[in-house]
């Protein structure tokens, strides 16, 4: 592995300003969804970008080199595309972000070992972009009309939410058992708490 920084215990998380947080952004997110498909899609394409810039910017952290302006421009081509074109737009953003890191490289604008940095930047745009773009794809009106794709989407934040409340909840309760190292405050009862609640 890289030389990096080695992960540090996270501090304790504050509940108040993550109940406030979560509040504010729900009540945005259902204010958007009831706006319409085209406004949904725009705050989907902020989250998912906003989570791969994340993802990249922990990427450099490890000393790997992704290219991530590409990254970022391809993350909002392929939930525009997905969400105009359907799941044909894939093929042609993810050629192209392939071709561009090509040139990015030759034309030498970070001198990092190629397969690496190319490596890295397509992991990032296939775990988060990809994903992702699914919330793009069931707000699509061609495909999912009379605004049956945001229902799906919104059963899908709700599970999560759910999730996360439930695995926060059960893990500070029961949790005694760590999950990784990498995590330490992740638990297995935090786990199930979170598998059940969703």
């Known amino acids: 592995p890289p030389a990096g920084p080695q992960p540090e215990e996270a501090p304790p998380r504050n509940i108040g300003a993550a109940i406030i947080s979560g509040i504010v952004l729900g009540a945005l997110a259902l204010v958007t969804f009831k706006i319409g498909p085209a406004a949904a899609v725009a705050l989907v ?42 799941e044909a737009a894939l093929p042609l953003v993810l050629v192209l972000l392939v071709a561009f890191c090509f040139v990015w490289h030759l034309a030498g604008v970070e001198q990092t070992d190629a397969v690496r940095s190319t490596g ?22 061609t495909i999912f009309p009379n605004r049956h794709g945001i229902a799906f989407l919104l059963g899908g934040v709700i599970a999560g939410v759910a999730y996360d409340v439930g695995a926060l909840t059960f893990g500070a309760w029961l949790g005694r058992h760590p999950m990784a190292s990498v995590s330490p405050n992740k638990t297995w009862e935090g786990f199930v708490g979170g598998l059940l609640t969703s």
């Open 45 to 86: 394409t902020v989250v998912v970008t906003m989570a791969a810039a994340e993802a990249y910017a922990a990427f450099r952290q490890g000393g790997y080199h992704p290219v991530t302006l590409l990254g970022l421009v391809a993350t909002v081509s392929l939930m525009v595309a997905t969400y105009n074109k359907g």
């Open 120 to 141: 890295t930047t397509l992991f990032v745009f296939a775990w988060v972009a990809v994903f992702g773009s699914f919330g793009a794809l069931l707000l699509s009106p």
